[in-house]
């Protein structure tokens, strides 16, 4: 059973920084294209980053690109998201994907 766990969310002033965590599961991660997406309360979900296997390929949203950064530790089967210079239309919740599967995700909100 694939299972996607989310973590590091939370409260950050505008221009802050975050780094979001997501634990794998039930599938090979090593050799597994994984993404980011986020979905704004009353918005559709949007795709943010994704990162290829053999190589870490990645490719980024406009709207975070140059302030968020995807990586992967293999050896734990953990995703990252390095967010920086965070703006308070980033507040969403965040999850990271695999194929078709999309865990629990974790909230981040950017306020003053």
């Known amino acids: 059973e694939v299972q996607l766990q989310a973590s590091g969310g939370g409260l950050v002033q505008p221009g802050g920084s975050l780094k979001l965590s997501c634990s794998a599961s039930?599938?090979?991660?090593?050799?597994?294209?994984m993404n980011w997406v986020r979905q704004a309360p009353g918005k559709e979900q949007e795709w943010l980053a994704t990162l290829y296997a053999n190589g870490g390929r990645t490719i980024y949203a406009n709207s975070v690109k140059g302030r968020f950064t995807i990586s992967r530790e293999d050896a734990t089967n953990t995703l990252h998201l390095q967010m920086n210079n965070l703006k308070p239309e980033d507040t969403a919740v965040y999850y990271c994907?695999?194929?078709?599967?999309r865990g629990q995700g974790t909230l981040v909100t950017v306020s003053s």
């Open positions: 994907t695999h194929l078709t599967n």
């Open positions: 039930g599938f090979p991660f090593k050799t597994s294209v």
